[in-house]
Structures are given as structure tokens and as C-alpha cells.
């Protein structure tokens, strides 16, 4: 059974479809290439990919070789990157944006994003950002919102087809938004039933700038953090409720930010789990399953929990001001 993915359409007409395939961690040689594949096959047609992740060549391989076998045409795909915040300095940009092009073998971005509000210096050739006494330094001889004025030649070279934000937290939207003419038209930002982060997303949403969800499964991966409690698709309620609908508590974690009108961007790299997490549109969560999911809230985030204190001590650093962290 072929899928169809509903698309929405974001504050400048483009249109993006709102499952996309998540692309961080996969590390096995060959693992990305095969899962990309697949992903296409299912009919996944949106790809969330960044220079940090190092492993754009391989999506871009796989994307190659379903266009090669006649399967999609690039402008079928949606495939979106990040400008990596050690590249913020304006001389430095092109060199982080027309890697992830070559790597990706594409000659234009769906949407591109500024994928931190903290630049970083660089570290040189090789080194993903300057680190000293093991820690991430931070650039503040620019800030978030000239690097977002100066990825604007992106839209107007056609490079990019949409240019966002990512990890931007309610005060640099704001200030963003008061400060800038060119509205973002997404946020990229960690949300799931531990994490919803409501306040943030309908800040966006009021604005019209799309939210798009990362960790929207709880980032198994990531939760090796002994002080994180139990995985998220562990949970008894969502549990409770997939057992009901015939589904599993995975799809249900998606619904629950689909049907709040975000996008998801969940990271599989096995065949079942890429089809599972795509089919979640045969079924609706109640207004009463919403309010016990939305109950779970603990403002757990899986991302800060690896790499909070790498950059704790930033001064734009996106989570600290709002920070309730209970772990
Ligand atoms: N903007 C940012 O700063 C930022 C930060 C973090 C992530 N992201 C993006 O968001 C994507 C998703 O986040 P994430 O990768 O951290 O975490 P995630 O999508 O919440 O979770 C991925 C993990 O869940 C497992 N999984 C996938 N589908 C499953 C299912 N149906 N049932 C049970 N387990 C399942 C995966 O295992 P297998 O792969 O082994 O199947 C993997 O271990 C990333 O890949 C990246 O593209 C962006």
C-alpha cells in the first residue's frame, strides 16, 4: 500500500510535506543510502538533512539512485539542510551551504535553515566548531539575527526555495520577528508528548511560521542519559491508547503533533518502522486522548540532555532561558 503524506503550505506558497525522514545518527556504512531508498519507495518525499550530521553524501547517494531507477524527479523531493551556527560569519556561509549541495548532489534547497541561534567559532578545516576546556566557544561578534538577514541571498539566487530557523526559542522569535522584514516560514524545534513545548508553538503558528518537529519519537538513541527516566514510547498512557486504536504508541506520539498542526521528522533506518511512522493518517486522536497526552508534558528535552553542557554557558545558548528542566 502506497501512502500519500498531506503537505501544508508555508508562508511563501512552498509546499512541504508534513512526514518527513529524519537523517541524524545512522552510522553504519550503506545504512543511510538503503533507508532513504526505502523511505522513497514508501512515499516519503521530504528529507531532513544537515551539514553537521556528516552524512549527506549518503542520503544524497540514495536520493541519486532513486532518481537514476525513474522513481522521483528532484523537483518531487522536498529536501531541507542547516547552516551549522560555526559557519555563521558571513564569509564562511557559502562554504557550509554549497557543501551540503555537493554532498547532497542537489543544486537547490526546498528549505534551508539556520540551525542554531548560538554561533560558534570555527575551528578550523576539519573541525566541527572551536572547543577549548571541552567546551563549544561561542561567537558573539554575530549574532542569530544577521546571519538570518544574510541567508536572505539564498531565497533571492532560487538556492533556496524557503529559508527558516531552527531551535530558536520564544524570546529570539520575538525578537527575530520584530527585527527582521523576511518572516521565517518554519521553527525546527524538539516536540513530543514529554516535550510539547506549547507556548513556543503557538507563538509560531500565530505568525504563521510552520513548526517542525525533531525528536518526535523521543530520540531513542539518545536516552543512554541515565538521568532521562524511561523512553518515551514506553509510556503507559500512550501506550494504553495505541492498544486501543490498533496502533502503536510511536504513531501515536507523531499524532499527536500532526494533529496540533506540526510536521514530524521522525529517524528510522528499518524498513518497518520508516512505513510505520508514515501511517498515521487513517486515524484521529480524541479530544480527550489529546488532553492525556498533552498531561505528559515534563519538559524533558533529549537533545539538551547530550549536549546542554557543551554550550551551557552561551549567552544565546536557545534553552536557557526558558529552561524548566526537571532532570
Ligand atoms: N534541528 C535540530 O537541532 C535537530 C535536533 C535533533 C534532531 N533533528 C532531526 O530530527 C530527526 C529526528 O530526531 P531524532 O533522530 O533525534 O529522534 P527520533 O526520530 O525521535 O527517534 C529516532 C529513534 O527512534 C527509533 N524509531 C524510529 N521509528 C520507531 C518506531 N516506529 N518505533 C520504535 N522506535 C522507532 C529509531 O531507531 P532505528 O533508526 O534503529 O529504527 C531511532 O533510534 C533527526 O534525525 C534529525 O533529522 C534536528
Same mark, same amino acid.
Given at each position: 500500500r502506497n501512502m500519500e503524506i498531506p503537505i501544508i503550505e508555508l508562508n511563501n506558497g512552498v509546499k512541504m510535506p508534513m512526514v518527513g525522514l529524519g537523517t541524524s545518527? +545512522?552510522?553504519? !556504512? @550503506?545504512e543511510l543510502r538503503e533507508a532513504v531508498k526505502v523511505a522513497i519507495d514508501a512515499g516519503y518525499r521530504h528529507f531532513d538533512c544537515a551539514? =553537521? &550530521?556528516? %552524512?549527506e553524501k549518503e542520503v544524497g547517494d540514495g536520493i541519486r539512485d532513486k532518481i537514476e531507477d525513474g522513481t522521483v524527479k528532484r523537483e518531487d523531493l522536498f529536501i531541507v539542510s542547516k547552516l551549522w551556527r560555526a559557519y555563521s560569519r558571513p564569509e564562511l556561509m557559502d562554504e557550509c551551504f554549497n557543501e551540503s549541495l555537493r554532498r547532497l548532489g542537489v543544486?537547490?534547497?526546498d528549505l534551508y535553515l539556520e540551525h542554531f541561534p548560538n554561533p560558534t567559532m570555527h575551528g578550523g578545516p576539519g573541525v566541527l566548531e572551536l572547543i577549548e576546556n571541552g567546551k563549544s566557544v561561542e561567537?558573539?561578534? =554575530?549574532d542569530y539575527v544577521t546571519v538570518w538577514k544574510n541567508m536572505q541571498k539564498y531565497l533571492e539566487s532560487g538556492k533556496a526555495r524557503a529559508l527558516g530557523v531552527s531551535n530558536f526559542n520564544e524570546f529570539q522569535m520575538s525578537r527575530l520577528l520584530r527585527e527582521c522584514d523576511v518572516i521565517p516560514a518554519v521553527n525546527q524545534i524538539e516536540s513530543h508528548p514529554y516535550l510539547n513545548n506549547d507556548k513556543l508553538v503557538k507563538l509560531c503558528q500565530s505568525r504563521h511560521i510552520a513548526v517542525v518537529a525533531y525528536c518526535p519519537l523521543g530520540s531513542a538513541e539518545r536516552i543512554n542519559v541515565s538521568t532521562l527516566g524511561s523512553p518515551l514510547l514506553d509510556d503507559p498512557e500512550l501506550n494504553h491508547i495505541a492498544l486501543r486504536l490498533g496502533k502503536t504508541p510511536a504513531q501515536v506520539a507523531l499524532r499527536f503533533n500532526i494533529q496540533r498542526n506540526i510536521l514530524v521528522i521522525p529517524k528510522s533506518v528499518t524498513t518497518s518502522r520508516i512505513k510505520e511512522n508514515m501511517d498515521i493518517f487513517d486515524f484521529k486522536l480524541t479530544d480527550d486522548d489529546m488532553k492525556v497526552i498533552y498531561g505528559? %508534558?515534563? @519538559?524533558?528535552r533529549y537533545l539538551t540532555a547530550h549536549f546542554y553542557n557543551f554550550y +551551557?554557558?552561551?549567552?544565546? %545558548? !536557545?534553552?536557557? &532561558?526558558i529552561e524548566t528542566r526537571e532532570f
Open positions: 545518527k +545512522a552510522k553504519k !556504512p @550503506n551539514w =553537521i &550530521y556528516g %552524512n543544486d537547490y534547497f561567537d558573539l561578534s =554575530i505528559l %508534558n515534563r @519538559n524533558r +551551557a554557558h552561551h549567552k544565546f %545558548n !536557545p534553552f536557557r &532561558y
